[in-house]
């Protein structure tokens, strides 16, 4: 039986594989930002999970407006990133687990979400930089999902629907018959705006009460909120914060809080970092 072994997730701006590709990551604006992901790593050769399922959210480069769908999942062979138009380097290929892919997309068609399934899929810096700052070397240990929410154009999913979406994704794990450890990798804000009378808004207090509830009693604190109430708490990019709740959502009732890092900002948004196991 496949086991999920813990969840990461992670702020993804592009502006991250600016700093890689140009070697800033000792410069004191990029320091505190990179060293959160020092533990992180040491888990990671300590625990060494075979797969990650990516929870993210295309910016144009997979799919565009005229095409959204609510939620899509890759069951291709290989991924790989193309030129997005920032100015950042394209990464190595990654590695699909197309049979564990094809029961994830079978099993939450049974418990009727409504997928676009993707043969062939192109991957943005909203999976890629998180891999990146997880594997420095950019040499893949692992076979990849990727899971995609829409984000970008209304109407998006509801909190509670990607909480749900989670919870589906952790039962569809647990009765996959591989023995492969399996770790989620949530992307995404947290709070940001990068455009309009509200540009650079931050929210930290909300922030950090997020953050709190994903490992507290109540983890489903924030899907008490409508999409345009967390717009308005969070800035219109920061509902990427569905992604981290559906991550969350897929550990079960219980986590453990192995380790947290939050700093402000980087290109306008605030970077969460968070790393949980499931509560034994």
Known sequence: MAKIIGAVTTSHVPAI???IAKGKQQDPYW??????????????????????????????????LDKMPTFSVGAAPTYVNADEGWGIPSLPPFTGNQPLSWHLIESLVEEEFD??????????????????????????????????????????????????????????????????KVLILGTGGLSHQLDGERAGFINKDFDLKFMDSLVGDDPQWATQFSGHELVEKT??????????LATRATLGAKVKDVFRNYHIPISNTASGLMLMEPAV
């Open 235 to 244: 800035g219109t990019q920061g509902i990427e914060l569905l992604m981290w």
């Open 17 to 19: 594989g600016g700093a």
């Open 115 to 180: 997928l676009t399934t993707c043969q062939e899929m192109l991957v943005d810096h909203a999976f890629t930089l998180p891999m990146a700052l997880l594997w420095p070397d950019q040499k893949w240990p692992v076979t990849v999902v990727p899971v995609c929410i829409n984000t970008v154009q209304a109407p998006v999913p509801s909190a509670k629907r990607c909480w749900k979406l989670g919870e589906a994704i952790g039962r569809a794990v647990a009765s996959w018959a591989g023995d492969e």
């Open 31 to 64: 320091k505190p930002f990179f060293d959160g992901f020092n533990p992180i790593r040491q888990w990671l050769g300590d625990h060494k999970p075979d797969v990650v399922v990516v929870i993210y959210n295309d910016h144009g480069l997979n799919f565009f």
